[in-house]
């Protein structure tokens, strides 16, 4: 009798082994075939399949490999935004400058230029400005959000508005709605003057024909690479005083132990151009100061696409770094799940062979 019951038990071992050998060899075969895996067994645990959870695992990793390096790209292209902010500050800081002498020069008779002169404001043009692309956190619906508020505030006021649009996604949003649009542009990663040029010509003309009593700008003010803050600010008419009073400000990207940051520096006023009293010029100061203002417009349109793009860029920097970390810490979840799997699978199977060699006992 012990001698069958061992026959048994070395039957069970033996049947158990040619078992684990063909699954060893299934495994083999899996390497050579890709639909073997789809159509292989697997032992259902928690929420899921062992083989779906180790599938997942994989498409999970490689997607916080895709938003990693698209953090870097935008890093990169911060950095190059903020060289480009710094190419054009001198340009700017000589406009500024001519400008304060020739006001000073021309003392009340500036106030006579058409585009520093307040008129009754009857209508409203909002120049918005937003991104071509989206994976950007909440930059494009902030700023949308804000242009809508404030076209319906002008329009609960009885002033008549329309929209002059810079950038895809807020094109789409208000297109679809049938906003009052008067022209659309498109902003770029890489904003130029050609592109500020024909922005503010479409400004200029707009209020000097009459059609718009006020141009008002809105776009995203950057403020660190975790915050952006959506500004509004009139463009058109100048005031003579902001112009000769205001400030600057540049940004530069730095990285520190692995981190990136930002240091945000104050620009004192450029000084007033000192011309002799005996100067002569030209042309009449009043022409050259109203040949000035097109130019500095020009110049105020280029330095916001500029602003804007690096927040833009700075949102999706901060956006895919919260998807990589999101995704590696999803890879970490899962793999717990993946191995409490595996154990089962083995568990179960080493309880069936216990219950079995008690069986023939």
Excluded at 282 to 305: H, K, M
Excluded at 313 to 332: H, T
Excluded at 336 to 355: F, P
């Amino acid at each position: 009798m012990r001698l069958t019951c061992f026959l048994s038990l070395l039957a069970v071992a033996s049947a158990f082994t040619t078992r684990s050998a063909s699954v060893g060899g299934f495994q083999k075969n899996v390497a050579a075939d890709s639909s073997a895996h789809r159509n292989r067994r697997a032992t259902i645990v928690m929420d899921g399949k062992a083989n779906a959870i180790r599938d997942r695992i994989a498409t999970v990793k490689n997607t916080r490999k895709i938003t990693m390096a698209m953090k870097l790209v935008a890093a990169a292209k911060v950095r190059r935004a903020q060289d480009a902010v710094l190419a054009t500050r001198p340009f700017s800081e000589t406009l500024q400058s001519v400008f304060g002498g020739l006001i000073q020069r021309l003392g009340g008779e500036a106030m006579d230029l058409p585009l520093l002169t307040q008129r009754e404001v009857n209508k409203v043009t909002l120049c918005c400005i937003t991104g071509d692309r989206g994976l950007c956190g909440g930059y494009n619906s902030f700023m949308i959000k804000k242009t809508e508020n404030r076209f319906n505030e002008l329009t609960a006021s009885g002033v008549e508005v329309d929209l002059v649009l810079v950038g895809k996604k807020g094109i789409t949003y208000f297109e679809r709605r049938k906003f009052p649009i008067r022209r659309t542009f498109e902003t770029g990663q890489n904003p130029n003057a050609k592109q500020a040029l024909e922005i503010s010509e479409e400004l200029l003309n707009t209020f000097l024909s009459g059609e718009s009593d006020a141009i008002e700008l809105l776009y995203t003010k950057f403020v660190s690479l975790i915050a952006s803050e959506p500004s509004v600010r009139t463009l058109v008419p100048f005031s003579a005083s902001e112009i000769t009073t205001k400030g600057d400000e540049v940004f530069q990207l730095t990285s520190e132990e692995g981190q990136f940051g930002v240091e945000r520096t104050e620009l004192d006023v450029a000084e007033p151009q000192e011309f002799p009293n005996d100067m002569i010029f030209e042309q009449d100061p009043l022409q050259i100061v109203n040949s000035i203002l097109p130019l500095y417009l020009n110049g105020q349109i280029l330095r916001t696409l500029q602003e804007s793009v690096a927040s833009e860029l700075a949102a999706r920097m901060q956006s895919m770094q919260s998807a990589s970390d999101n995704a590696g810490e999803l890879a970490k979840n899962l793999s717990l799940q993946y191995n409490r799997a595996r154990q089962a699978a083995v568990t179960q199977e080493i309880l069936e062979i216990v219950a079995g060699a008690q069986a023939l006992e």
